[in-house]
């Protein structure tokens, strides 16, 4: 599995971005999606998850009502509308992909999201 994001850039505090996330190879094994970002000198962490068909999504508590993650199985692909954004959410954004059968993370490289004040 190959996942390549796309869409991050430079945006004012309250502006929106919407990452996408191409998935390639055995899309097919793919369980869970989700997106993670990292902010210079903190760990990686869960900003939301989605599973196969959709039907259940998970949030941060911090980007609740902001932050909206949705799957185009047809498509491989997933996407992160991101509303309200804050500087606190400038980090790099990760695309993950999760294959329960061979119980394997995959990550895609990042796209770097700034938020200014």
């Known amino acids: 599995v190959q996942l390549v994001e796309s869409g991050g850039g430079l945006v004012q505090a309250g502006g929106s971005l919407r990452l996408s996330c191409a998935a390639s190879?055995?899309?097919?094994?793919?369980?869970?999606m989700g997106w993670y970002r990292q902010a210079p000198g903190k760990q990686r962490e869960l900003v939301a998850t989605i599973t196969r068909g959709g039907g259940s999504t998970n949030y941060a508590d911090s980007v609740k009502g902001r932050f909206t993650i949705s799957r185009d199985n047809a498509k491989n692909m997933m996407y992160l509308q991101m509303n309200s954004l804050k500087p606190d959410d400038t980090a790099v954004y990760y695309c993950?992909?999760?294959?329960?059968?061979?119980?394997?993370?995959?990550w895609g490289q990042g796209t770097q999201v700034t938020v200014s004040s």
């Open positions: 993950n992909a999760y294959v329960r059968k061979y119980e394997y993370d995959y």
């Open positions: 190879g055995r899309t097919f094994d793919i369980n869970v």
